[in-house]
């Protein structure tokens, strides 16, 4: 690797870890740790959520799945692209609002323990189980990411390649908590868009232009040109299916609740919409067009097209800023992960069961000791390089959307959702993920976050409508997030005199 393609990496990760530093000047609470004060502005919070939701998956796992199997696999990108409109449109400006309103809460577990006024905890130890189950899986996908980049660029092997990229990526989140995470993933989300909007323009425009790569794509397999090839009705289903997820996502649905005012919501929507079709197409095209370019030399893994291209279409400096891209895609998902963990067993398990009157700087502390042990479980888990990053992602994020998409979809839009109900839902959804994907054939082919969220909406449902209804406290506030939503009188409403009901 040319010495300038090293320096201009290192810059990348000198300015993260700055960044980290910094970060941790700020640092001094533990909401400031968790969920950064909700000071985030509309774009930071777009291309936070942005770069913490793709990960390696864009610049590795999508690219590689159309280099592998073709346009088909394009339905993902269509299911992904509903999703993620639906969830800022609907979910973002009312989590928002529901979660200052509801006893300030700073995470989902806690969200919810407030929500439905839970004295015996029970939604918050099983939505922490559920996080820390999941999220060590899809942080182990990220690290997994990581090896093959240090692995392919620098020669090292993918166990010594694994380490470094954990280290480096636990450094500033150990450090700078919430806000060096989205900050990083702000810088990072910029990088990672300049990758992947300039490689396909580069490949498709070395190529000859994107028709000329259809041509050739079709000479060398016709069905790689066809939207329609090889599926049926339920492979769609399955692929765009993969929308579904966004509704359940705890890194994501922190972006929501960090945002500095609801009245923001509508901007960092319209800079996401932008960030990820265009972003997504990017990834698309990659692929595609990696089908023509290395028709004499196909690759062995599909998923470093991406990191292929950066080495053979640009010059070392701009070669360095592209892999320092994918690092970024990388590193944005994984920083989120681990500090949503570290958050769980901070505030969820440590000072919501245990110690309720822990300090502040006990709390910041053991969650900075927390997510160097979920990254280390990780890491060990990511430990065969034969892993496939898009199962791995597909898994976890099948099972976040299962859990916790239909919970937090019918607690923000169903005032007779109760807390059993709550439940039931968490444990059905997550339970049918499981169990769904270990099964094969026919019907069982069909990605398990479709019967696992169908499953835990029906739960939810039958459980609350049989359940006494929820006590007076609870409609009152429901009533108060619904009347701020429609008159936007957003602002602390703590204090605020209960709003009379339908």
Known sequence: MAASTLIAFALYLLVMLGIGLFGYKLTNKHADYILGGRSLGPGVAALSAGASDMSGWLLLGLPGAIYADGMNQAWIVIGLMIGIFINWQFVAKRLRVYTEVSGDALTLPDFLDNRFRDRARLLRVLSAIVILIFFTLYTSAGLVGGGI???????????VALWVGALIIVGYTFLGGFLAVCWTDFIQGIIMFLAIVIVPIV???????????ATQVGQ?????NDIMTGTSLLGIISLMAWGLGYFGQPHILARFMAVRSPREVPTAQLVAMFWVVLAMYG??????????????APLD???TVFLQFTQVLTNPWVGGVLLAGVLAAIMSTVDSQLLVCGSVISEDFYRGIVRPQASE????NLGRISVVIIALIATVLASNPEARILALVGYAWAGFGAAFGPVMILSLFWHRITRNGAAAGIVVGALTVIIWAQLEGGLFDLYEILPGFIFSLVAIVVVSLLDTTPAIEIRQEFALVRDQMTNRTYGPPLDAPPTALD
Request: hydrophobic share 45%.
């Open 149 to 159: 980049l240090f692995q392919q660029s620098f020669g090292l092997d993918y166990t």
């Open 203 to 213: 490949a498709i425009t070395s190529l000859g232009g994107l028709g000329e790569v």
């Open 220 to 224: 060398l397999d016709p069905g790689f």
């Open 283 to 296: 990834a698309l095209l990659t692929g595609y067009s990696g089908v023509a370019f290395f028709a004499d």
């Open 301 to 303: 893994n599909p998923e």
């Open 361 to 364: 700087r006990e709390l910041v």
